[in-house]
């Protein structure tokens, strides 16, 4: 339910909530059992993700406010192009699933990884410019590429990264939160400013897990004066540079 509060703030198609509820469901799965989702079990996690649309009405606004709007501007039922959504992943799967298992059979790299992953592109029409970054697509290739590299996270986020141009950086990342997040995943690699994001990802923990951590102290629009030259806008924060505002 809390991915279809936050995904309904920024998205309206069921294709985006869709896509945003199986990746959760996918996430979900691995922090449960510590590996990740094999392609047998793609079909109960699409299951699931079709029945999720029923949570909205355990939710006051979403249930009385948002839904009737959405269905008087669109003239139809929520639920039905929620379903719409579902079986569009479910006509990838047949693809995914070959696509995984050529990827895994070349160790996620080399021409022939590449080749795979190039066919499940075309299928999913990946690099169209009017469906690049749709949300149904990219979290199936994401789901084929942690298939196919359980173990691997960085050669799988490589491999999606370099497929230009489809959305490299969504599918990457989703590819690499899967695999990542299971028992045994490897230690991230080094990358610009580390401690940065693993301090952030540590705060943003403890805030979504109710404990106290050091507020983010945000500047106030109502007293704050912007700087006037370029030198006021470099000062110190605790002994680092920082710039203002």
Avoid: N
Wanted: hydrophobic letters at 45%; proline letters at 9%; a negative charge.
């Amino acid at each position: 339910l809390d991915v279809l509060v936050d995904g309904v703030t920024t998205h309206g198609h069921p294709r985006a909530l869709v896509g945003a509820v199986l990746h959760a469901l996918v996430l979900g799965t691995v922090l449960q059992d510590g590996t990740v989702p094999s392609v047998q079990s793609w079909p109960d996690l699409l299951d699931a993700t079709e029945q999720a649309v029923k949570l909205i009405d355990d939710h006051p606004q979403l249930s009385s406010l948002w839904r009737p709007a959405w269905e008087a501007r669109t003239g139809g039922p929520l639920a039905d192009g929620w379903r719409a959504a579902v079986e569009e992943c479910r006509e990838m799967l047949p693809a995914a699933t070959l696509a995984a298992d050529r990827i895994a059979s070349a160790a996620c790299q080399g021409p022939e990884a590449r080749a795979a992953y190039r066919d499940l592109v075309a299928v999913l029409s990946l690099d169209d410019p009017d469906k690049r970054g749709q949300a149904t697509s990219t979290v199936v290739a994401a789901m084929a590429l942690a298939a196919a590299a359980p173990c691997d996270p960085a050669e799988a986020a490589r491999l999606a990264a370099r497929m230009v141009p489809t959305d490299t950086d969504t599918i990457a990342t989703m590819a690499g939160a899967i695999i990542g997040a299971a028992d045994g995943a490897p230690e991230p690699p080094a990358v610009l400013d580390g401690p940065y994001l693993t301090a952030e990802a540590v705060r943003l923990a403890e805030i979504a897990g109710g404990q106290p951590t050091v507020p983010f102290s945000y500047p106030d629009l109502l007293g704050w004066v912007p700087p006037r030259s370029q030198v006021d806008v470099v000062g110190l924060a605790g002994r680092m540079p920082a710039m203002a505002g």
